[in-house]
T-cell receptor, first 116, second 114 residues
Framework: AQTVTQSQPEMSVQEAETVTLSCTYDTSESDYYLFWYKQPPSRQMILVIRQEAYKQQNATENRFSVNFQKAAKSFSLKISDSQLGDAAMYFC?????????????FGGGTRLMVKP | DTAVSQTPKYLVTQMGNDKSIKCEQN?????MYWYKQDSKKFLKIMFS???????INETVPNRFSPKSPDKAHLNLHINSLELGDSAVYFCASSLAGGPWDTQYFGPGTRLTVL
């Protein structure tokens, strides 16, 4: 079974600075997708960024980028120019490419605090 | 123009009761899901459903059952509620068959069993 691990229960960053959230996963599959979701206090799960395993190029969405290391099974999220609105729980998620039910497997989450 | 909506937002009930949580999506998606987030924020899939098949996470008790009156709705029915069922339940939907099949989540329903 696939597992996703986020080793940092909490992280803190100063406003306008950069922070990196870690995620590792365990799989025997060669083709899969990886996601980062944000959960603010409102509880809504919001997709931040996604990465296809077969793509070597790291995904980027504005201030958010990932460092995808397939051999190391690592998928970290970098948030640049942190803003107060970035404060939230962040979840890393994995999905097999061929996946009956298209189910996501989530990590345990990292709580990000942004200091003004 | 809410994409995925859930009702109620909060649900407080007694042990042993039967309750339902409703989910509706207006995205035209054909696959819907239910997730459970416990007090430690662990988020786990419970069900995946489209008009062709229901995939059940093997750890889900059979007291939980999804019911889909149509493609836009997937309600979660829970029988004989237990204290351990207290959690936040999220509905999600996606367009199956696309290269990403990105899931869009509802706002969650906080269930408290007393």
């Amino acid at each position: 079974a696939q597992t996703v691990t986020q080793s940092q229960p909490e992280m803190s960053v100063q406003e306008a600075e950069t922070v990196t959230l870690s995620c590792t996963y365990d799989t025997s599959e060669s083709d899969y997708y990886l996601f980062w979701y944000k959960q603010p206090p409102s509880r809504q799960m919001i997709l931040v960024i996604r990465q296809e395993a077969y793509k070597q190029q790291n995904a980027t969405e504005n201030r958010f980028s990932v460092n995808f290391q397939k051999a190391a099974k690592s998928f970290s999220l970098k948030i640049s120019d942190s803003q107060l609105g970035d404060a939230a729980m962040y979840f890393c998620a994995y999905r097999k490419a061929l996946n009956a039910g298209n189910m996501l497997t989530f990590g345990g989450g990292t709580r990000l605090m942004v200091k003004p | 123009d809410t994409a995925v909506s859930q009702t109620p937002k909060y649900l407080v009930t007694q042990m042993g009761n039967d309750k339902s949580i409703k989910c509706e999506q207006n995205l035209g998606h054909d696959t819907m899901y239910w997730y459970k987030q416990d007090s430690k924020k662990f988020l786990k899939i419970m069900f995946s459903y489209n008009n062709k098949e229901l995939i059940i996470n093997e750890t889900v008790p059979n007291r939980f059952s999804p019911k889909s009156p149509d493609k836009a709705h997937l309600n979660l029915h829970i029988n004989s509620l237990e204290l351990g069922d207290s959690a936040v339940y999220f509905c999600a939907s996606s367009l199956a068959g696309g290269p990403w099949d990105t899931q869009y989540f509802g706002p969650g329903t906080r269930l408290t069993v007393l």
